[in-house]
């Protein structure tokens, strides 16, 4: 069991990638121009609510680093986080609950969901995250006790 320090808390933002493009090289797949504005619509609404201190990974797939762009601020790739990663995974990367801090992670179905579910009701199921849509997760320690809560988890046409 991880011990955190009493009144900490970590911000995990999950931004699933906007609508791609149908291809066979699926590292190689493009936003559509539904997607690009799918991104746009919510870079600016993170932009205008995002946490001090927001650190950024992107998968290095085409249509995720796309999607990032949208927001006009520094990001790394991460092999970690692309096409098949596991809930773990995202985790590690993050350094999910104990760095602290804010972490956005632009990725893909279903670990996405799957960390969602694993995060919020304890166990991985498969939870959906939609094309472009956020959640916005924190971890907070009060009186010993960690607690995880959604903060927010918008679709991609509600940022439109």
Same mark, same amino acid.
């Given at each position: 069991m991880v011990r955190l320090p009493e /009144?900490? $808390?970590? /911000? &995990? &933002? =999950?931004?699933?990638?906007a609508e791609a493009e149908d291809g066979l090289d699926d590292m190689k797949r493009r936003l559509s121009e539904n997607g690009r504005q799918q991104a746009q619509a919510m870079a600016a609404w993170i932009r205008a609510h995002r946490p001090d201190g &927001?650190?950024?990974? @992107?998968?290095?797939? =085409?249509?995720?680093v796309q999607t990032a762009e949208a927001l006009g601020l520094?990001?790394?790739? $991460?092999?970690?986080?692309?096409p098949g990663a596991s809930t773990a995974d995202l985790i590690a990367a993050a350094g999910w609950p104990t760095a602290g801090g804010a972490? =956005?992670?632009?990725?893909?179905?279903?670990t996405l969901g799957r960390l969602a579910a694993l995060l919020l009701a *304890? #166990?991985? @199921?498969? +939870?959906?995250?939609? #094309? *472009? @849509? =956020? +959640?916005w997760l924190r971890n907070q320690v009060r009186t010993g006790e960690s607690q995880t809560m959604l903060r927010a988890a918008l679709p991609s046409e509600w940022a439109l």
């Open positions: /009144d900490s $808390s970590m /911000d &995990l &933002l =999950l931004w699933r990638h &927001l650190r950024i990974i @992107a998968s290095p797939s =085409l249509r995720t520094p990001f790394e790739t $991460s092999e970690r986080i692309g972490v =956005l992670i632009v990725g893909h179905q279903p *304890g #166990r991985v @199921a498969e +939870w959906t995250i939609r #094309r *472009g @849509a =956020l +959640w």
